[in-house]
């Protein structure tokens, strides 16, 4: 969304609504981004009167969208149906213009639980991915990530955000800050994955000095300094280990290292 806010006939609606759900403590800035989308089509379109927003005209709009993989189609959906469902609730709308059914989504795959048998495998498979022309200290960078993934349930974006300043070796906790709907909270890890994590800062700053981001690699790319990337592109190389028919656990969630509940510093 522009810096100037939303500017069609649902202007002052749709500024109010993203307001109340960032007031609840979430970003909301991809469903912001979607709404503005609206906004500029009901401007292209000159919609001047709330009786032109009628199904045919959402159908419209969402047209004017191609989303070919379901999940995308169902997202946008998803952000204009909340919205016109709230100005129902609050009464600024008689009803919703959204008739749309979702698409089928594709079944989706189940999360793979590693054992800790099974982890220490992948832990010594990372060990020796050795290093090439566009990323150095793979073995030691993906060892750190699996265990911190594996051993404290970070989520993937979690981990690639850590910094320096995240991590207080004295109190062994993590500060996993402005995460999922802009909260922040404290990780504590035991005292292997405390070794682990001081031996990995200690090579870091041997290779590239004091950086911010301690998992990412600095890019290679001069004219862009602030630009960072992981320090393994080709992530995909990394087997997969087993398989089974398990069912998905219970409290594993998408973005997450699902584990299955054993000790959580295991890191060896």
């Given amino acids: 969304m522009n810096a100037s806010g939303f500017h069609s006939l649902l202007g002052q609606e749709l500024q109010t609504y993203v307001d109340y759900k960032r007031a609840l403590g979430r970003k909301f800035d991809t469903e912001a981004r979607a709404l503005d989308l609206l906004d500029r089509f009901l401007i292209n379109r000159t919609i001047t009167?709330?009786?032109?927003?009628?199904?045919?005209?959402?159908?419209?709009?969402?047209?004017?969208?191609?989303?070919?993989?379901?999940?995308?189609?169902?997202?946008?959906l998803g952000v204009i149906r909340g919205f016109f469902d709230w100005m129902v609730a609050q009464q600024r709308s008689p009803n919703s213009p959204v008739r749309t059914e979702a698409r089928r989504c594709p079944r989706q795959p189940r999360p793979f639980l590693f054992t800790p048998e099974q982890f220490r495998q992948l832990l010594a498979f990372a060990a020796r991915l050795p290093d090439d022309a566009r990323a150095r200290h793979r073995a030691a960078v993906y060892s750190l990530i699996f265990s911190l993934l594996y051993g404290l349930g970070l989520r993937v974006g979690e981990v690639t955000r850590l910094r320096y300043r995240d991590v207080d070796q004295s109190r062994r906790l993590l500060v996993i800050r402005e995460t999922k709907f802009g909260k922040s909270r404290l990780v504590?890890?035991?005292?292997?994955?405390?070794?682990k994590i001081t031996e990995y800062l200690h090579q870091r700053v041997d290779w590239y000095g004091c950086r911010s981001r301690i998992l990412m690699q600095p890019s290679e790319d001069r004219h862009d300094e602030g630009r960072e990337r992981l320090g393994i592109p080709q992530h995909r190389r990394v087997p997969l280990l087993v398989r089974d028919d398990r069912p998905a656990h219970p409290r594993s969630r998408t973005g997450v290292f699902a584990t299955d509940g054993s000790n959580p510093d295991t890191t060896t």
């Fill in 188 to 195: 504590p890890f035991g005292p292997r994955m405390g070794e």
């Fill in 49 to 76: 009167d709330l009786g032109a927003l009628t199904p045919a005209l959402i159908d419209a709009f969402l047209g004017s969208r191609p989303r070919p993989k379901p999940r995308s189609f169902n997202h946008l």
